[in-house]
Nanobody, 127 residues
Framework: EVQLQASGGGLVQAGGSLRLSCAASGFTFDDYAIGWFRQAPGKEREGVSCISTSDGSTYYANSVWGRFTISSDNANNTIYLQMNSLKPEDTAVYYC????????????????????WGQGTLVTVSS
């Protein structure tokens, strides 16, 4: 059974940091890229970042460039999203998802290209 378990959300003040984790199981980790998405109330889900676990290639949306860092612990099938200098506009439910590496690695994460999804974790940034 494929499982993606996102955790690490919470309430933080603007300028603060959080680290999200995504624990994956049930599929061959190296065959997939893992993406982070977020969805704010009333807005569409948007791709934030993704990483190819096989070669470490990454992608970041312009809105998070220089503030967020995605990383992979392949030994434990876990992906992290370190979020620094958080802004109120980063407030959203954050989801991790897995998509075929050959399709999604290194490009803007688009929800329709990802096969497996975890439950979201809420990040709230207060001003």
């Amino acid at each position: 059974e494929v499982q993606l378990q996102a955790s690490g959300g919470g309430l933080v003040q603007a300028g603060g940091s959080l680290r999200l984790s995504c624990a994956a199981s049930g599929f061959t980790f190296d065959d997939y890229a893992i993406g982070w998405f977020r969805q704010a109330p009333g807005k569409e889900r948007e791709g934030v970042s993704c990483i190819s676990t096989s070669d470490g290639s990454t992608y970041y949306a312009n809105s998070v460039w220089g503030r967020f860092t995605i990383s992979s612990d392949n030994a434990n099938n876990t992906i992290y999203l370190q979020m620094n200098s958080l802004k109120p506009e980063d407030t959203a439910v954050y989801y991790c998802a897995a998509g075929p590496r050959t399709v999604v690695a290194g490009i803007e994460p688009l929800p329709e290209m990802y096969e497996y999804w975890g439950q979201g974790t809420l990040v709230t940034v207060s001003s």
